[in-house]
C-alpha cells in the first residue's frame, strides 16, 4: 500500500489558494468597495448640495435667501397677464434646461398656471 506524501489539502485551503493567486474578489472585498461607494457618494451630495443651489449669496436657511424657483416666481408674479418663456429666460439668465424644470416643477406644484403654449401666470 502506498503511503500519501505530505500533509492533505481541504478544499476550502485550495479555493483560498486559487482566488489568492487569480486575484477573485471575495464577499468582504466587495462589501468594502460597496462601503466606500457610499461615502463618495455621500460626500458628493453634501457637496453638490451646498454650493450652485441657490441663487444669490446669502447663506442657506437666511430669510433673504431665495432658490431659483422663488426667482422664476417673482419674475411670473410681475406680468400680471401672463409671461412668455423667452421673457423669464431673459430676466432670470437660467439656462433653457434648468428653466423648463423649474416651470414644470412651479406648474405641478400649483403655483403657476399654463395660459397658453409658452405663456405662464401666477395662480
Known amino acids: 500500500m502506498a503511503k500519501k506524501k ?44 451646498g454650493r450652485g443651489r441657490r441663487s444669490n449669496a446669502a447663506a442657506p436657511g437666511s430669510p433673504t435667501a431665495e432658490t431659483a424657483s422663488d426667482v422664476v416666481l417673482n419674475v411670473v408674479r410681475r406680468y400680471q397677464e401672463g409671461v412668455d418663456f423667452a421673457e423669464i429666460k431673459l430676466q432670470t439668465g437660467f439656462g433653457e434646461k434648468k428653466l423648463r424644470n423649474i416651470l414644470f416643477r412651479l406648474h405641478k406644484l400649483g403655483k403657476i398656471n399654463r395660459k397658453s403654449r409658452g405663456i405662464y401666470m401666477l395662480t
Do not use: C, Q, W
Request: avoid cysteine; proline fraction near 2%.
Open 6 to 49: 505530505g500533509k492533505s489539502v481541504s478544499f476550502d485551503a485550495m479555493v483560498k489558494f486559487f482566488m489568492h493567486n487569480y486575484n477573485i474578489p471575495t464577499k468582504r472585498d466587495i462589501d468594502g468597495l460597496n462601503a466606500r461607494l457610499d461615502r463618495i457618494e455621500r460626500l458628493i451630495v453634501t457637496s453638490a448640495s
